[in-house]
Nanobody
Framework: QVQLVESGGGLVQAGASLSLTCVVS?????????MGWFRQAPGKERDFVAA????????YYEDSVKGRFTISREIAKNTVYLQLNSLKPEDTAVYYC????????????????WGQGTQVTVSS
């Protein structure tokens, strides 16, 4: 079993920055995992934001966040980060950290483990 705990959300104005953290634990967590960040706005589906392969650190981004968001992982701390810069009101959502065995996927249904989510609200 793998446990994920997110933190770092909040209420900010447009143009501000936030840093989200996801701490990973569990005896079955291996370097072969891929880690993703997704977000879900009220009444909408859970959408892919970014992902990183745990072992190699290769990153992937949804087009609307490229150049503004950065995903990274710190192996020694079993932690994944999502740096959110130049935030826009349309970035408002609950952000979720997720893990899956194998390669990165942009589909939420492909992920095996989820955190509880952290709210990001961007005012105009």
């Amino acid at each position: 079993q793998v446990q994920l705990v997110e933190s770092g959300g909040g209420l900010v104005q447009a143009g501000a920055s936030l840093s989200l953290t996801c701490v990973v634990s569990g005896r079955t967590f291996f370097s072969s995992y891929a880690m993703g960040w997704f977000r879900q706005a009220p009444g909408k589906e859970r959408d892919f934001v970014a992902a990183v392969t745990w072992s190699s650190g290769i990153t992937y981004y949804e087009d609307s966040v490229k150049g503004r968001f950065t995903i990274s992982r710190e192996i020694a701390k079993n932690t994944v980060y999502l740096q959110l810069n130049s935030l826009k009101p349309e970035d408002t959502a609950v952000y979720y950290c997720a893990a899956r065995r194998g390669v990165v996927s942009r589909r939420a249904t492909d992920y095996d483990y989820w955190g509880q989510g952290t709210q990001v609200t961007v005012s105009s």
